[in-house]
C-alpha cells in the first residue's frame, strides 16, 4: 500500500496465477479500498481465481461487489484489452 500511496498510479492490476485470486482479491481490495488516498483508484483484477478452474459469475459479482472496477477471470485478455483502451480514453 505505501508504494501505492506514494506512486499514485492511474490503475492497479492484480494478477492470480495460484488459484487463490477470489480469496487474496477480496482481503486486498478491502485493505485498498480504506486507504484514503487510492479509495477512487481503478482495480482489476485477472488470472486463475479459483482453484477448480471453472469460471464463476457469483464469485465475480463479489468481487465486484467488494471493491473492483473490473474482473477478468481465466485470463480474458481480450476483455482486459478493451478495458484498458477505455480507460485510456477515459484518462484522456
Known amino acids: 500500500m ?6 499514485r498510479p492511474d490503475l492497479v492490476v492484480l494478477s492470480s496465477v495460484n488459484g487463490h ?7 486486498v481490495i478491502r485493505t485498498i479500498r480504506e486507504q484514503r488516498g487510492l479509495c ?10 479459483g482453484t477448480d478452474g471453472l469460471r464463476n459469475a457469483g464469485c465475480t459479482r463479489r468481487l465486484l461487489n467488494a471493491g473492483f472496477d473490473a474482473v477478468f477471470d481465466n485470463g ?17
Do not use: Q, S
Open 21 to 27: 485470486g477470489f480469496t487474496d482479491g477480496l482481503r
Open 76 to 92: 480474458d485478455l481480450g476483455a482486459f484489452e478493451l478495458f484498458l483502451n477505455r480507460h485510456r480514453t477515459a484518462a484522456a
Open 40 to 49: 477512487r483508484v481503478p482495480v482489476v483484477i485477472g488470472g486463475k481465481l
Open 2 to 7: 505505501h508504494t501505492c500511496r506514494e506512486l
